[in-house]
């Protein structure tokens, strides 16, 4: 239920919030979650989700709190999980705690909790309120939302490019067109996904490891899967993607010829073609939803990156700009069909900009469809 809340109640759910994202690394698959209780105005314990597996949000802050619990407000970023899983129902552990107050900032979108934390909570007694900064926490949590309600990730498409909307001149030299900042940035956006998406045109040109190199980015050895789009199986034994500890898991067409060599490297796992040409991505997205990746992160070359914009599968683009121009020969950022009218223009809103030294990092989310 949703309530009328306080000056007291917004400072405490930011907090709760501020403590959900410190587990924005390390704590996918699961949702990220903060909580904090409260005595009066009084802080007596917080606790933050740190990774799968490991003791969640409300639990932490209410061993914190201890016998301050008894009669305390908790203020949840995530409706409280209300079913024995790898972890006890933390609704059992605020309700045993004698909590007299549930402040949660939205709703569980996982089905198996939707609503049932609430109810449990409710039903013992416990006021029970949702709503407080519900758009920030979901935000926080799009990809699992995403994948708890449609079965799919979220995905981002990055792309580094001139001012003229190039990413490599004609001969494909591309490193590097933006700067230190802008790729330290990238790194940030790699440990954040569940998995870094390419294809295997950019395996046989640039040789990617797709890895999160940043050893201050705390991803609690959560190692992100490193995927590759390769329907004709071409991606060589060799290749720099294999090189580093974690999964690697190439999609190739169902047709396309088996590979001894890649055996023990990469998990292959066959999907049909797209009518158009190349795999259908629908059905790869699908795949990575059932292997957990709340949010996958392309960086891939123009023709794998603007099939997933023109089918309509991207949640957000992402393009740091560079001051520089490289004319009209170098490669195109996007490679979309052709428009015989302006109406069929591919539109996005701009989120947000940020300056990365000299570039400028643009957040664009696109506009429904109208054809």
């Known amino acids: 239920m949703t309530a009328q809340f306080t000056d007291v109640d917004r400072r ?3 907090r709760a919030l501020e403590l959900a994202a410190l587990g924005r690394y390390s704590t996918p698959p699961n949702p990220r979650v903060g909580c904090v209780i ?7 314990g917080e606790g933050w989700h740190r990774k799968s597996g490991e003791t969640h949000a409300e639990p932490i802050a209410l ?5 301050a619990a008894r ?5 949840v970023t995530l409706e409280p999980h209300s079913y024995q899983s790898r972890t006890p129902p933390c609704t059992h552990a605020l309700i045993n705690a004698g909590v007299k107050r549930v402040v949660s900032a939205a709703l569980d979108p996982n089905p198996a909790v ?12 416990v006021q029970a309120e949702t709503g407080l900064f519900e758009a920030e926490a979901r935000e926080l949590n799009a990809g699992f939302e995403k994948r708890m309600t449609r079965g799919l990730p979220r995905v981002i498409v990055k792309i580094g490019a001139s001012l003229d909307g190039r990413v490599a001149l004609a001969n494909g030299e591309s490193r590097w067109i933006t700067g230190e900042t802008s790729r330290a940035d990238v790194q940030k956006l790699r440990a954040e996904s569940g998995a870094v998406l390419t294809g295997s045109e950019t395996v046989l040109a640039d040789d990617p490891q797709l890895t999160v ?3 201050s980015l705390d991803l609690q050895g959560r190692v992100p899967l490193r995927v ?3 329907s004709k199986l071409r991606t060589p034994a060799a290749a720099r993607l294999f090189k580093e500890p974690g999964d690697v898991v190439i999609f190739a067409a169902d047709d396309a010829p088996e590979r001894a060599d890649l055996d023990g490297r990469a998990r292959i796992l066959g999907v049909p073609r797209a009518a158009a040409g190349g795999l259908d991505l629908t059905r790869v997205l699908t795949e990575l939803g059932r292997l957990q990746c709340n949010d996958v992160l392309v960086e891939a070359g123009p023709t794998l990156a603007g099939a997933f914009i023109e089918a309509g599968l991207v949640d957000e683009l992402i393009v740091y700009l560079a001051p520089v121009l490289l004319g009209p020969d170098a490669r195109p950022m996007l490679r979309l069909p052709p428009l015989e009218r302006l109406a069929d223009r591919v539109q996005f809103t701009l989120q947000r ?6 570039d400028v990092k643009l957040v664009l989310r696109p506009q429904p469809r109208t054809r």
């Open 12 to 14: 405490m759910m930011r």
């Open 38 to 44: 409260v005595q009066g105005e009084r802080i007596v």
């Open 63 to 67: 061993r914190a709190a201890g016998e």
């Open 71 to 75: 009669g305390a407000t908790a203020y």
């Open 114 to 125: 939707h609503g049932a934390g609430v109810k449990q909570l409710l039903d013992a007694g």
């Open 213 to 215: 190199r940043d050893a």
């Open 228 to 230: 590759a789009i390769d």
């Open 353 to 358: 900009t940020e300056a990365m030294g000299s």
